[in-house]
């Protein structure tokens, strides 16, 4: 992890955007992004869920870019990204019913398509200048690592919506209908396979295309300790007790992956308070 103090965010900021003239108008963001989900069914959980959720993640966003000091710029593109970063979830829904990538489609890389292959980008944001930063974070904000070679400041965002998308979902996480959030109303007879039990334990960090079962996917969303950057973001996770208050919602029938899922949890609640 990557901790910027505040001195060389300031000097970042000024390298990066001393005397640039502002050209995002999240307002009109705003608007097309109510515009454009008028073309999906209003009636549709995983619809409803998916406007609620990119709502509150680009208002995350913009908390971790403003708590990171970072100018009013790349505020706004923080922001910015945070209403976009799931565009091609709807997409997903309308032709899969589903949320699962490995089942479908990668909703990231359907939603860059959507942007930049056909032209959607526009309706959020007229200036170009911005678009590879957008379509960067875009693609990696649902990878298992940020890819190489990006510049400091793609690098910077990438980072910012990785963590406001974990966020936010772990807050659904504590309170969402578990069909909708693990493709399945009952886990107590799941179980935690051996390999996804190891990586946690020992790797921390999980490929995802290994998961089995809905258990599996509970333990991945548990994974996202480790991959967090900024201390806002511990910040939040810690004083909401999101993952107190997921752990609560699953007892499971199987002994080995009840024993598991509590060393899991104690795990987490460990490297939380290690990160302070």
Same mark, same amino acid.
Request: aromatic share 10%; with cysteine; net charge negative.
């Given at each position: 992890?990557?901790?910027?103090?505040?001195?060389?965010?300031?000097?970042?900021?000024?390298?990066?955007?001393?005397?640039?003239?502002?050209?995002?108008?999240?307002?009109?963001?705003?608007?097309?992004?109510?515009?454009?989900?008028?073309?999906?069914?209003?009636?549709?959980?995983?619809?409803?869920?998916?406007?609620?959720?990119?709502?509150?993640?680009?208002?995350?966003?913009?908390?971790?870019?403003?708590?990171?000091?970072?100018?009013?710029?790349?505020?706004?593109?923080?922001?910015?990204?945070?209403?976009?970063?799931?565009?091609?979830?709807?997409?997903?829904?309308?032709?899969?019913?589903?949320?699962?990538?490995?089942?479908?489609?990668?909703?990231?890389?359907?939603?860059?398509?959507?942007?930049?292959?056909?032209?959607?980008?526009?309706?959020?944001?007229?200036?170009?200048?911005?678009?590879?930063?957008?379509?960067?974070?875009?693609?990696?904000?649902?990878?298992?690592?940020?890819?190489?070679?990006?510049?400091?400041?793609?690098?910077?965002?990438?980072?910012?919506?990785?963590?406001?998308?974990? +966020? $936010?979902?772990? @807050?659904?996480?504590?309170? !969402? *209908? &578990?069909?909708?959030?693990?493709? /399945?109303?009952?886990? =107590?007879? #799941?179980?935690? +396979? $051996?390999?996804? @039990?190891?990586?946690?334990? !020992? *790797? &921390?960090?999980?490929?995802?295309? /290994?998961?089995?079962? =809905?258990? #599996?996917?509970?333990?991945?969303?548990?994974?996202?300790?480790?991959?967090?950057?900024?201390?806002?973001?511990?910040?939040?996770?810690?004083?909401?007790?999101?993952?107190?208050?997921?752990?609560?919602?699953?007892?499971?029938?199987?002994?080995?992956?009840?024993?598991?899922?509590?060393?899991?949890?104690?795990?987490?609640?460990?490297?939380?308070?290690?990160?302070?």
């Amino acid at each position: 992890m990557i901790e910027y103090k505040t001195s060389d965010i300031n000097n970042y900021n000024i390298k990066a955007n001393g005397g640039i003239i502002m050209s995002i108008d999240i307002i009109k963001a705003k608007k097309a992004f109510k515009e454009y989900v008028k073309n999906y069914d209003p009636n549709d959980k995983k619809v409803k869920l998916k406007i609620a959720h990119i709502e509150r993640v680009s208002q995350i966003a913009k908390q971790l870019a403003e708590n990171l000091n970072l100018d009013e710029e790349d505020v706004k593109l923080a922001e910015l990204i945070g209403l976009l970063h799931d565009i091609g979830r709807f997409e997903q829904i309308k032709r899969y019913h589903t949320f699962v990538d490995k089942n479908s489609v990668n909703h990231g890389e359907l939603g860059a398509k959507i942007l930049f292959e056909e032209g959607l980008i526009r309706d959020f944001i007229e200036d170009t200048k911005f678009d590879e930063i957008i379509k960067l974070s875009i693609l990696n904000h649902n990878k298992t690592t940020i890819q190489e070679g990006l510049t400091e400041r793609e690098k910077l965002h990438a980072k910012i919506i990785r963590d406001a998308d974990k +966020t $936010d979902i772990l @807050y659904l996480l504590t309170f !969402e *209908d &578990k069909q909708a959030a693990w493709e /399945k109303d009952d886990l =107590s007879n #799941d179980k935690i +396979t $051996d390999e996804i @039990y190891r990586e946690f334990m !020992e *790797d &921390k960090k999980i490929d995802y295309t /290994k998961r089995e079962t =809905s258990a #599996d996917l509970l333990v991945c969303h548990f994974a996202y300790a480790y991959d967090l950057n900024f201390k806002e973001t511990y910040k939040i996770i810690k004083e909401n007790k999101y993952y107190d208050e997921i752990y609560k919602r699953f007892i499971f029938n199987d002994k080995e992956t009840m024993e598991r899922y509590n060393k899991i949890y104690e795990k987490v609640k460990q490297y939380l308070e290690e990160k302070g």
